[in-house]
């Protein structure tokens, strides 16, 4: 703490006291907990909207990538259906942790 000089009749003590009162009655004013509680609120929405919109991006991805593998897995079954266990049988054990090798 920086020590400012002071006049002999004021302690150092006594006006920290009195500082830390006075910003303790304002900051804790209601109207100063109102604004913060207010703003904190706005700030969790906005994360909160964004945290939606994040995810809504997300799902669509999915939902593509699914739409792809489907289309890449069908291309395949057309061009080589009979070339070992089908499709699906594969697609289960892949799925399946007790299967997975």
């Known amino acids: ?5 002071l006049c002999s009749c004021v ?6 006291s009195r500082v830390i009162e006075g910003l303790q ?3 804790l004013h209601e109207d100063a907990v109102r604004y913060a509680l207010a703003k904190f609120k706005m ?3 906005e994360r909160l909207d964004s945290t939606r919109s994040h995810m809504t991006v997300l799902r669509e991805e999915r939902e593509r990538l ?6 890449l897995a069908g291309s395949y079954l057309r ?3 009979l070339t070992g266990p089908s499709f699906t049988t594969r697609k289960t054990r892949a799925a399946s942790p007790r299967n997975q090798r």
């Not at 699914?66 to 289309?71: F, G, H, L, R, V």
């Open 43 to 45: 700030e969790m929405k």
């Open 11 to 16: 302690r150092q003590d006594h006006l920290e």
């Open 1 to 5: 703490m920086v020590r400012i000089p």
């Open 25 to 27: 009655r304002e900051v």
């Open 79 to 81: 061009r080589a259906p």
């Open 66 to 71: 699914k739409s792809e593998i489907d289309n």
